[in-house]
Structure formats: C-alpha cells, structure tokens
C-alpha cells in the first residue's frame, strides 16, 4: 500500500498561471480533503469529497477547484495562481467522516507563486 | 466559527521530563478528539484519538479530555530528542449534511533538549 501519493512534491509559478495538484490514494477510503498549510498555521480545509463525484466547499475555497471522478482520485485545481496561494498543499483521506476515522495525509506539495 | 486554541510554543522541556499539551475548542457539540505529530517539512501522522472523558494512555503518551471545560491536553512522559516535532490538536465536529470536519489548532511546537 502507498497509501496517499501526492505530485509534484514542489512547484514553482507565476502570477496568474494554472496548475494541476494531483492526490491519488489506494486504501480504498469514500472521504478525501484537501488542506493548505500557511507557515506557523494549522490545517486550513479548501475542499473535500465524499465519495465519487460529489465535493463540497471547506473553509478556504476561493481560487481552487476539485473534481472526483473515482475513488483513487482528487485533484485540486489552481486556475489563477496568486501569491496569496504560495503554501505547502496535503491531501488526506478517510474511510468515513463520521466519528473517530482517522485522516491519512499524503506527503505535501510546497508551491510558490511569484 | 469553530475554533482550536493552541499555544505555539516553543515549548522546551529537558529530556526525561514530562511534556503537557493544552488545546481548547469552540464547538461544544464536538465528539472526536486527536492529537497529530509534524515533523519538520512533514505530513502530519495521528498519534492519539479520544473521544470520551477521562485520561487515554498508549505507551508514553497520555490524552486528557474534559468536555465540559472543552479542553483536551497531551501528556508526554519521559520526553525523548526524537519528540521535538510540533504537536497539532484536531477536533472533529459535524459541517451539516451528515459529513464531518477536522479543525485544527496551529500547534505548539515542542523541543526536548538532550
């Protein structure tokens, strides 16, 4: 088992470019998140998904979107990257949300944006 | 607003002493409780879970939590090197719809010195 697999581990990007964040995991869990780390922060929640093909909004949303078109699968998505979104990105997933689940975090994706 | 209130530290302690973790929370109706591990350029990993009143031990950690108080420490005994890593409290409270949400404190940053 990899567990949770996140690429690319850093990135580099300009104002106003787009990139592709890429989460994959293989335990099989329904529950995924995406969360941004900002220094001396804790886990802010952008979005999250619930199972295939359904996502909701978290705390922090503005300037991303996902998708989840499988189980394995929770890209996030950067459309106009700006220097606020410079942050280390972790993916995470669950077997339920319910409870006392615990979340499995990937091994984070440090983007700057300049 | 649900909040996690955590001292950031840094808290230093001597190896072999006794290490204390305080976390306060907002959302009175919070079930589950946790207690995550980062290490520096890390992924958090989960090292406690508890979900009802009174003490949890699991080797040489300890989680307390008094619901009442919304409070929930960790106790780490005979603090080792290998401990220095900041400490994140997490708490899982219920976002509508049937789903559940982790919010996390900023962490306290525990050093232990040889």
């Known amino acids: 088992n990899a567990g949770v697999t996140q690429t690319p581990k850093f990135r580099i990007l300009k104002i106003g470019q787009s990139m592709t964040l890429q989460c994959t995991q293989d335990?099989?869990?329904?529950?995924m998140y995406w969360y941004r780390q900002d220094p001396g922060m804790g886990l802010k929640l952008i979005y999250y998904?619930?199972?295939?093909?359904?996502?909701d909004k978290g705390e922090v949303p503005n300037g991303y979107n996902v998708s989840r078109s499988t189980t394995e699968d929770f890209p996030l998505r950067l459309e106009l990257a700006a220097p606020s979104q410079t942050s280390v990105y972790f993916c995470?997933?669950?077997?339920?949300?319910?409870?006392?689940?615990?979340?499995?975090f990937g091994p984070g994706t440090r983007l700057t944006v300049l | 607003q649900k909040e996690v209130e955590q001292n950031s530290g840094p808290l230093s302690v001597p190896e072999g002493a006794i290490a204390s973790l305080n976390c306060t929370y907002s959302?009175?109706?919070?079930?589950?409780f946790f207690w995550y591990r980062q290490y520096s350029g890390k992924s958090p990993e989960l090292i406690m879970s508890?979900?009802?009143?009174g003490d949890k031990e699991d080797g040489r950690f300890t989680a307390q939590l008094n619901k009442a108080s919304q409070y929930v420490s960790l106790l780490i005994r005979d603090s080792q090197p290998s401990d220095s890593a900041t400490y994140l409290c997490?708490?899982?409270?219920?976002?509508?719809?049937?789903?559940?949400?982790?919010?996390f404190g900023k962490g306290t940053k525990l050093s232990v010195i040889p």
């Open positions: 995470a997933s669950s077997y339920s949300a319910g409870g006392g689940d615990e979340q499995f």
């Open positions: 997490a708490v899982n409270s219920h976002s509508g719809a049937g789903s559940y949400q982790l919010t």
């Open positions: 959302d009175r109706v919070s079930q589950s």
């Open positions: 335990m099989n869990h329904n529950y």
């Open positions: 998904s619930v199972g295939a093909g359904i996502t």
């Open positions: 508890i979900y009802s009143n």
